[in-house]
């Protein structure tokens, strides 16, 4: 099932976030459970270079791979597609401009004006100019003040499946801290703005959040939340492994460390 | 501190295993505080083209690099030091002769016939021959009945500063699942067997484990113990963030995950 | 023999393209014949870190090496032609303005203002400056409706040496599916449009075609024909060979493959 | 299904090889519709560093994924298995002694001794030791005087699948030139003396063969044929689009390719 | 210490340039002992996929790391922090509209607008908004006629902490041959004026220039000079050698090398 | 002209040595001159999923590429070979038997027992049997006590075109520290008794050198010598460009560098 059918049958979604450029370790994400897997290419130390194998180990493994791309660009927007993915994910959409500039590097024409070259693709879908048509996911992002304050501008622009929140980068812009900044008035009216023009309008809400974070995520109306990430989720692990090793050898080991 | 110091200074000493060929979670893994940090050529999803960069990754992040090879062959085990690994474990070393193949190729004549040309460490120690005679611990692997019947004449051989335990094909070759067997007397005897020939001869016994095993490995005598691995600790995480995101999503959506 | 010496004494050139990130395809191929080879940056899975290897490939097996780059954007031109290209290709060049902005990508100035740093031709070429200016064929894409309205606007910009048409990207800008649509009166007028225009203006045409496409072109006026591609001829290639060997295989086997 | 199950239940089998490191053309040739496809890290242009990516190609391309590796090592052919590989061709297998070194690295005890650890292959399958048991073949390469003069010591070594034949290294062997020498009795003979030694033993007979040839091969009894590869394929194509491409072209073009 | 500490403190700084994607020869630049190491995505044979690694060796051997992007575009301003860059130096920034857009995509709000997400400082810096904003240097390129004549907008930009004169493309805009034009007064008193401008606005002057310029250009007032290049010195230590082996060897050869 | 033809025809040969697994650098070295371009995978960074890219830059830049192997083992010799190597230099070969071993494994029947299947020759060479046959240069290295001692038996093995001395293994053998020790007995006289014994045997000496050393190494007699290598040429010129850099400095900055 893809991302837009999942949330065409009124489910919600939960993904994983990919940073690390490894084609392994997105095979395991994908075989994880997770509705989608994004391979970050913004702040991810991922390019280009190795998304190719990414998306093919996020396919076998059974996952809907989608991609953000480090800007709101056609070149890397259309190799994105042409990889293979599923949807893309568009950092700092702040205008209406800006939202049609992505609908326009997404969509083939009339739609947008996407360049036809679907090389991988055209390996693993019978149709594809169809299978764009329908499977496809452009998303934006809503990350700044400048963002909300054009939100029904952007929100209307034809073609649009979902935005995405980047709290760190929304907070930022509201003056705070970078982070989930959950119980200032100023983020949480954000957040609650942001899915209530998404109903106004059709559009999928989504944002980045943690495992602990996602049941509020959800009950606020988001319906595309990422739960965790590659690189965070083997620190925790870490971690907490470790801990454990640790506990009992304090009677064993006079080693602080 | 180099493992052979922490050792010498009667330390326990608890690693981390690598599996992926990546030199950003590299460097995560060696700033999450373990001793040292292994790059597993043998069963890892690495070899040397990956490795000297993840050597680079974790002397930044502050951890001490080793490194499992593929086999007990000199042309790998040259590789691997010369790239700056502090440490090589060698797996299948069931004779006396296989272990004194392993010296041969670990150390510089007259102990051993190392081949000089340490390229990467030249960039980092004044005096090579001296750190390599120093610092650079020798660990072949004890895991078959055939090594264990070898014990003695396998750890009396000159140059060896630790050996590794790996529980899965030692269960193999007991007879048993793969796995760590505890409370199969087979196993138990094995390790305990294992630890007390390390005692008469002075080596350090190492074995491969978990978190939650690690300070009974650490009781029974084991002082070099690897606890977790980074993709392990990845699905780890993962599946435990998931499980958090989904605990409290039953009542807001219907899906089935 | 440069494109631009073949071009101006006359001569037609076919060509091949390549979609795959490998050195080793790429000498190949250009050992097959063809009069130019295009590494395809733009809808090929291959970007940058892969094209440094790949023109030195090329450059050895005595083709000649050109580029299609994802975008009309000037780092990506300045970072192909310091890998060695002998030209670029750039996409979807519907106005004159982005034609401007091609020839300033390309040439150094006073033409352009292409940055100097030619750090794989330093190594080639006694003088870079003057190899640039004779050698560098600088090729927008012609492939919508809106170019082909701009189409004097366009190929009478100072510098372009030909144009290349995509004819997928052209057949659904004229609102037909993607592909060769010869015989549709739309794509055929359009064609013969940009033939036209190019003798007003004594640019080259080009196009990508097929090898049995080729003859129609080259009658057409078309004087740069793309004929095949690595994967596209190697999947070709597979296809033959599998039905020759399955031909007689009925009789001995009943498989059904 | 497998090439055990295949050949199990009778099939003859037709199959790829591949020499370029590539996840991109691997999948393209997964998909071409082989019974088998080989990642050759002897004669081709590939190492370990590529092949995990190239069996996750496979895999998704429906393609059973074996490899070749290029020395009877046991390090190489773990390595060759944990990263996914559903079987292993191993050359220049002469002496029976080499034959069961072969399979001590190829099966888990007690039928050998392969070492635990299959990475990839953990996110594949629930029981794989089982899988590895029932799936994995074994395959040595039998291709020279001496592996024939010692037929029935090599395929009588329990756990063998099959064995195959390097027709280039045989007549090299043989005293003749590197090919097919179809015709002279020394190579026919050859082939009808393996043939008949795998009927003996239960052991499927394979050979590299190219699309004409491989009906006679079928014929003789040889039930594992490879038909083409990929860069052959590529060649092949190549060749074949320009030579179409230029058929038509004398009467438009005086250039003389 | 940072560069802009070093400035700050009234130092002048010495660096190499980078032109080669190779994390071992970074490390081995790294160590050499320049005040700054700048990895060179514009002209260098370097792209994204090999700078994470470059930033760790540089990291791991000393070197303040800092690098050239492409081009003046967000997304690999971005992607070049977050790889762990200390500095960007962004080509051919010709009007202060270009410099306000180099701050924004160096700086997070309020002072620009930088997407958050410092994936690889994130391991190594506590707080990396404060590092950021007190570490990281904003370095536009001074390299056109054009720049000159808006020197004083450029330079009144607030957050600009260098400015690099490129002196190949400065002697081209000013109608010379590219390369150091010291001697003609056109080149003589542009680099005059930049120094004399970068005073009047208290930012750093920096320029690329050979150990024999060196002394000069401090003596002219740059402060950020860089000395030599990773290939180039890498040509002139070949030749250097050569010739020393050559010297004697007329006696005993006859070749003419 | 190849190595054999130079050395047939009476000249010296001076050679470079490269580290770096870099096709960037690897172009440049082969374009400085020296007669051979040796990959070293035995103690470089590189292996030989570099390898391949390299041998294609050294060809085209007009250089003869040859290769150290990690180990005297046959897969590896293969794989240098397959990848177009013109020749093969193979670490610490002892005993006569392991010179054999070299031979089989360099040459092709009946000469040695080399598998056929010159991928990248075969690109290159009409007849690449007569061309190994003839070009490729089979040198082992000789660099211990042991190999002095068995000289004469290593030596008169048909088929070693030269050896080659590693003076730092050769040192530490002697009981001296790892280097060029000219002036010490052992040392001295080890290398005249293996030119005294490659004169006997009609073979070419080699050694690893400098410079400075080369002219030395010519008039005892050795005619393939090693004069420098990319890493420590790059390290000379970095260091003596920021010397000249720094020189002048010492009057306009109070920095101590």
Redesign the interface.
Known sequence: MSLRQDWDSG??T?G?WL???????A???A?????YVCI?M????I????M??MV??I???GGVPIAR???N????I??TL??GSHGVVV??VNTREQAESVIRSCR???AG?R??????PN?RHADN?TWAHEYIACIPMI??VEAISNLDDILSVPGIDAIYV?P??LS??L?L??GNQDGDPLFDDALAAIVAGCRRHGVVPGIH????L???R??QGFRM?T??A????????????????????SG??D?M?
Chains 1, 2, 3, 4, 5, 6 share one sequence.
Do not use: C
């Open positions: 489910n919600d939960l994983v940073s690390n450029a490894s084609s392994v370790s095979e395991a994400a075989r994880a459970g997770f509705d970050d913004q702040h991810g130390a390019d280009y270079s190795s190719v194998g093919q180990a396919e076998l493994g791309v480090p800007w660009e056609p070149g890397i259309g190799k042409d990889a950092p700092m083939y024409a009339p004006s360049s036809w070259g679907p090389v991988m390996m100019r990350e700044t980047g760190a980068d930022i812009s003056g801290e970078p959040a943690t495992g602990a996602t049941p509020k959800l009950e939340v739960v965790t590659d690189l965070l989720a083997m620190t925790i692990g870490l971690a907490s492994e470790l801990a454990t090793a640790r506990g009992a050898t064993t080991s080693r460390y």
